[in-house]
């Protein structure tokens, strides 16, 4: 960018960077700026903030948000001996660009993920562990069961359908109905769908919702609208 528009850019990014930690879920009261003083600013940083989460051991960077003033074309103009100036088309001013740069690493950003999401609860004595991911984060948007194998059918056709609509549906028909709301609590699933006894005289389902475990009754036709109203809440 521009040098004169090198702090704005730097201020701009912040935001960003945070608005996106907000649109994949982390809880935000666990994210924190925190700027670089000077004596521990790197050689080619004009100012630098680290975006922080606060773990369960302490306060770790996630990612670095520098604003390296022109070090970086001037340090390639002064050894490669080119002229690296801009030109603006409309001014026909010449600058060095100035760099403005964020940098994250995808494995602390899924190590984040998990543990910002991580929950334990009790329900009937047992102890439950499941991931309260945000509905675009998890990596199955809905689960449908049979209730029994005798149900495989018209469930499999309600999966085919929702295939259609989300990005990841699975059918799980393995085991007993509450060793299948486990296991898909802990990816972190958040809603599943039974279809049982009497779904095929009220042509209904039951949802479960993997945060609260409230579990509605929902005509079969409302479904897909029913679950994306509940996903973009």
Known sequence: CKPDQSDDFFIKWIATRLEFYKSIGVDMDKIRIRPHAQDELAHYSKMCSDVEYEFPFGWKELEGIAHRSDYDLRQHAQFSGKNLLAIDPQTNEQYLPHVVECSVGVDRLLLTLLFDAYREDEIDGEKRVYLALAPHMAPVSVAVMPLTKHQDEPAMRIYHHLKQIFDTV????????????????????????????????DHCVTVRNRDTLVQERIDIKNLSTYLREKMAQ
Request: glycine letters at 12%.
């Open 170 to 201: 699975q059918f799980d028909d393995g085991g007993s109905i509450g060793k299948r709301y486990r296991r898909q609590d802990e990816i972190g699933t958040p809603f599943c769908v039974t279809y049982d006894y009497d779904s095929e005289n």
